[in-house]
């Protein structure tokens, strides 16, 4: 029996080479994988520099009184129609110094530097239809500019933001000082560490991108207040075409996203992005009746008058959507991103009832609109 199960020298070598080859073919056929995770270090300076443009129009607009309707704007614009369309265009640029780095698993994350912002403006369109309405374009330059601020993220991913003191300037007013959040927004995001993976990856992978990645990608404008009011005189809609879009998304909306890794060759890596952003409902401001009533007001009004207008009808429960992709360019030598480009489109609309009742106040908007933004970071030394 055990001569039967004896193998021949010569089937003896071959299944031998056979066994000897299965490893390194298993070997060969796992794919390559890369490093993408950001590396950081203390000391290094880099300046960044990029360029935005978010774009809406009214698409609809129409309020109801009882059935009544007192206004009706739509696609037809009629003559008594009222309407606007207005472009945002943003231009920034600043010097970052990494002072500290947390360093884990052979990734690197900034915990504090300091910026220098070299460039900050914005110019703001806007075309209104309707009676006593026109163009207006306005454009605003951030007193930040030259000015230095210390910025630090905390173990819970907060980030704080110290302005360094300007020197006065004899016979001028200091500058004005915009609000902390203002410059912690997003600040710390500008080597877009969180779109990279957290672990080498194959090419053709793919990888989730949270919120603070979709900040990152979308931008925010630190320290660069966005015109309001002034741009949009009174009006029964006042609040819900005062907002900026983005900002109302990237604050409440839901985040899903995607990064995969398109393409590579020895210097650089293509990472391909996507993001949905979906708004349901959520209250973003409130009609100017919403407003508390002064002392004076509420003096000459029933109890009843004002829980009607304090109450929650008076709210704008907004809805929207935002979709955009883009591609990052990743340098592999340095493992930091050099480049950003996104583009995307978005839609919201808010739907607010007055009380109950014939006269039931009822109104109805809606605006769409497109986005571009633009970023390259240059080492200046590490």
Do not use: H
């Not at 080498?200 to 990888?207: D, E």
């Not at 949905?276 to 959520?282: H, R």
């Amino acid at each position: 029996m055990i001569a039967k199960l004896a193998l021949s020298p010569r089937r003896s070598a071959v299944i031998g080479a056979l066994l000897s080859a299965a490893p390194l073919a298993a070997q060969e056929a796992a794919p390559e994988t890369l490093d993408l995770r950001p590396l950081a270090r203390s000391g290094e300076r880099f300046e960044v520099s990029e360029k935005s443009r978010w774009s809406d129009e009214l698409v609809s607009l129409r309020l109801r009184a009882g059935e009544e309707v007192l206004i009706d704007a739509g696609a037809s614009r009629g003559s008594s129609a009222l309407g606007f369309q207005r472009t945002l265009r943003t231009e920034r640029g600043f010097e970052d110094a990494l002072e500290a780095v947390e360093e884990r698993d052979g990734a690197a994350k900034v915990t504090r530097l300091a910026r220098t912002w070299k460039q900050l403006e914005a110019s703001l369109r806007v075309d209104e239809q309707g009676a006593e309405r026109g163009r207006r374009v306005k454009r605003f330059a951030s007193p930040l500019v030259g000015r230095s601020a210390s910025l630090a993220r905390g173990e819970s991913g907060a980030v704080t933001a110290s302005l360094r003191p300007k020197p006065a300037q004899p016979g001028q007013e200091p500058p004005a000082e915009p609000a902390a959040a203002d410059l912690s927004l997003c600040v710390l995001e500008a080597r877009f560490e969180s779109c990279l993976p957290s672990q080498p990856v194959a090419l053709g992978a793919s990888w989730p991108l949270d919120a603070t990645a979709a900040r990152a990608l979308l931008g925010s404008l630190d320290g660069f207040p966005f015109p309001r009011a002034e741009g949009y005189p009174g009006g029964i809609a006042e609040e819900a075409r005062q907002a900026d879009p983005l900002a109302v998304l990237l604050a409440r909306a839901a985040c899903t996203g995607t990064a995969r890794l398109e393409s590579a060759d020895d210097g650089t890596a293509t990472i391909a992005v996507e993001l949905s952003l979906d708004l349901d409902a959520a209250e973003v401001y409130r009609s100017q009746a919403a407003k508390p009533l002064t002392e004076d007001e509420a003096a000459v009004q029933t109890d009843s008058a004002n829980a009607s207008a304090e109450g929650p009808a008076q709210a704008l429960p907004w809805t929207g959507k935002l979709r955009a992709r883009g591609r990052l360019i990743f340098d592999r030598t340095r493992r930091v991103v050099q480049s950003c480009a996104l583009t995307g489109e978005f839609e919201l609309r808010v739907e607010a009832r007055g009380a109950e009742g014939p006269a039931q106040v009822l109104l109805e908007l809606s605006t769409k609109g497109t986005l571009e933004r633009s970023a390259r970071i240059f080492a200046v030394s590490s």
